[in-house]
């Protein structure tokens, strides 16, 4: 099997996988990025980078965002995952039965490297967590679009609301061309749409260029991870304004705690003591629950092993999620959180929400559990 036509069969696997987007991008263009963008940290050798890309469905998002239900999206976030790690397996079992090459099967999410003790290994300390390879920075690489302003990967055809998986291999495969416009026009939606107030609404990052194929990647300035983590796993998240929450019914703005505050380690413990010991029985069961959630996916290490049913995401992920291509329905969907209300925890520790309609009433519903939603749609 030669390499061209090595390519197209692995570019056949992915698209049966069901992503919709793929690419190959080298070594080359990867040689000024991130220690993270570094291939021989995987795979000594590697020349190319597989990457593909699983979007989001319209439907799962509005509905995620209205808070009419979060189960459409949590299967959509799980099959995702499954077939982007399945597809990556299927790639290598590809060239690796057919050529002389090797690979490595990039896991999609939840690896990170271990010899930086302040990274994943502990969330509430970390202040940043490095993959054992990027994929958004693979992606770039491989023509897919270009780091946007929220940092996550944005694509010309789906934005920035889809799920990345990829494969290294020593094959020097041709890569396909860089994507020459950064699709990412700056509306910062996904900045006003983020609780936490980890990224910056108008400073750029600085800590490290991102260099990819020779071009500047630019996004906004990170604060510290802990933060991002914590309104990511749902553990809390309210609006500046109080108006709105995420899926969390711990009721508390990060956004409100200053950079200055969250990087004093003991301030930053004192706050998060605060949180999971929030004076609501109800919540303080909640958070343990999500712990022990966030505990077995951190000990699997890869998002892709885990089942529907263990899964807590999504409560968060606004800032990627809500990045749709077209402008005017993100301006939408920006539109259904922010008059989306609040969820709360009833006695049975079952999730509700309260909101106001739109004639200025009052009301309150319970989205589906996981077993309501499917058993509907049977």
Not at 48 to 56: D, E, K, M
Not at 340 to 350: A, F, M, N
Request: proline share 5%; with cysteine; hydrophobic share 35%.
């Amino acid at each position: 099997m030669d390499l061209k036509e090595l390519k197209g069969a692995v570019k056949k696997i992915v698209h049966n996988s069901g992503a919709k987007l793929v690419g190959v991008g080298s070594r080359e263009r990867l040689k000024e990025a991130p220690p993270s963008g570094n291939m021989d940290y995987c795979l000594p050798g590697a020349q190319s980078c597989i990457i593909f890309a699983y979007p989001n469905p319209i439907e799962a998002l509005e509905s995620y965002f209205s808070k009419k239900e979060r189960m459409s999206l949590k299967k959509v976030l799980h099959d995702s995952y499954t077939n982007a790690w399945k597809a990556a397996q299927n790639i290598a079992e590809l060239i690796e039965k057919n050529t002389e090459y090797t690979t490595f099967p990039v896991i999609p999410n939840l690896k990170y490297r271990k010899e930086d003790k302040k990274a994943f290994s502990n969330v509430f300390k970390a202040d940043i967590a490095y993959p054992d390879f990027s994929l958004r920075y693979g992606a770039v690489a491989a023509g897919l679009g270009h780091i946007g302003w929220s940092g996550n990967l944005v694509t010309k055809e789906y934005g920035g609301s889809l799920f990345l998986g990829g494969v290294l291999t020593t094959a020097p495969l041709e890569p396909d061309p860089m994507a020459e416009e950064n699709y990412c026009n700056k509306c910062k939606i996904c900045i006003k749409a983020c609780t936490s107030g980890y990224p910056s609404m108008d400073e750029e990052e600085n800590t490290q260029e991102v260099i990819i194929g020779g071009q500047k990647e630019i996004y906004s300035k990170r604060g510290t991870y802990t933060k991002c983590g914590i309104s990511c796993a749902g553990l809390a998240g309210l609006s500046e304004d109080g108006t709105w929450t995420i899926w969390s019914p711990n009721h508390i703005c990060l956004k409100k705690i200053s950079s200055e505050d969250w990087q004093d380690l003991k301030v930053r413990q004192k706050i998060i003591v605060e949180i999971l010991n929030n004076p609501s029985e109800n919540i303080q069961k909640v958070n343990k629950e999500l712990l022990k959630s966030f505990a077995l996916a951190a000990k699997r290490e890869n998002m892709a092993l885990l089942s529907l049913e263990q899964r807590e995401f999504p409560r968060c992920g606004n800032c990627a999620f809500i990045c749709v291509s077209s402008p005017s329905k993100r301006a939408e969907l920006y539109k259904m959180l922010t008059s989306s209300g609040k969820v709360y925890i009833d006695d049975e520790g079952k999730e509700y929400v309260k909101k106001i309609d739109e004639n200025g009433n009052e009301i309150t519903y319970y989205p589906p559990t996981l077993e309501e939603y499917f058993s509907k749609k049977k």
